[in-house]
T-cell receptor, first 116, second 115 residues
Framework: KNQVEQSPQSLIILEGKNCTLQ??????????LRWYKQDTGRGPVSLTI?????NTKSNGRYTATLDADTKQSSLHITASQLSDSASYIC???????????????FGTGTQLKVEL | EPEVTQTPSHQVTQMGQEVILRCVPI?????FYWYRQILGQKVEFLVS????????KSEIFDDQFSVERPDGSNFTLKIRSTKLEDSAMYFC?????????????FGAGSRLTVL
């Protein structure tokens, strides 16, 4: 069964500090890995998308890494801000064979809280 | 920036009633999806839709669920006879391409509460 596991479950950091979130997955056939940010009561918003051949991708203060051999990914947030407080979800996509787009398997998310 | 819009934002219904959740995907997108998130749990795939038919569905998407694209803009999810366990946030999403790293844009969600 396809699974995406994330750690830690929750994290509290001080504003301005960096943090790294982890993701392990068992999804096949693998298409790509995404990190989403989800504010409470809102839909997920895409931060990065990485395909099999990409090791690192940055989006502003967010840097995602992917090791497709070990099936691990990380999301590094630098110089955290209060607005970074949200759930960060690792999502792995399998490509649907019958022309159905991508089927996403979501992790349970890491709840990040940034404090003063 | 284009966005996926969902209505209603919150619906309360009695067990056994029919519910229709509506979504307006981004206008030039071709692939449409429904996901749900039970409170405190992870987002789960329900169904994908392309070319006016279901292309994939999960085991959650049983005979009580149906999807429809009644016109050129709306994409609906119908739950025929709601159960308590259907209480969740339902997210609609759409994407432009099929393959590769296509971005799925999610709506803000419709919260369904079944009493």
């Amino acid at each position: 069964k396809n699974q995406v596991e994330q750690s830690p479950q929750s994290l509290i950091i001080l504003e301005g500090k960096n943090c790294t979130l982890q993701c392990n997955y068992t999804v096949s056939p693998f298409s790509n890995l995404r990190w989403y940010k989800q504010d409470t009561g809102r839909g997920p918003v895409s931060l990065t998308i990485m395909t099999f051949s990409e090791n690192t991708k940055s989006n502003g203060r967010y840097t995602a890494t992917l090791d497709a051999d070990t099936k691990q990914s990380s999301l590094h947030i630098t110089a955290s801000q209060l607005s970074d407080s949200a759930s960060y979800i690792c999502v792995v996509s399998e490509e649907l064979r019958r022309g159905g787009g991508n089927k996403l398997t979501f992790g349970t998310g890491t709840q990040l809280k940034v404090e003063l | 920036e284009p966005e996926v819009t969902q209505t209603p934002s919150h619906q309360v219904t009695q067990m056994g009633q029919e519910v229709i959740l509506r979504c307006v995907p981004i206008s030039n997108h071709l692939y449409f999806y429904w996901y749900r998130q039970i409170l405190g749990q992870k987002v789960e795939f329900l169904v994908s839709f392309y070319n006016n038919e279901i292309s994939e569905k999960s085991e959650i998407f049983d005979d009580q669920f149906s999807v429809e694209r009644p016109d050129g803009s709306n994409f609906t999810l119908k739950i025929r006879s709601t159960k308590l366990e259907d209480s969740a946030m339902y997210f609609c999403a759409s994407s432009w391409t099929l393959v590769g790293a296509n971005v799925l844009t999610f709506g803000a969600g419709s919260r369904l509460t079944v009493l």
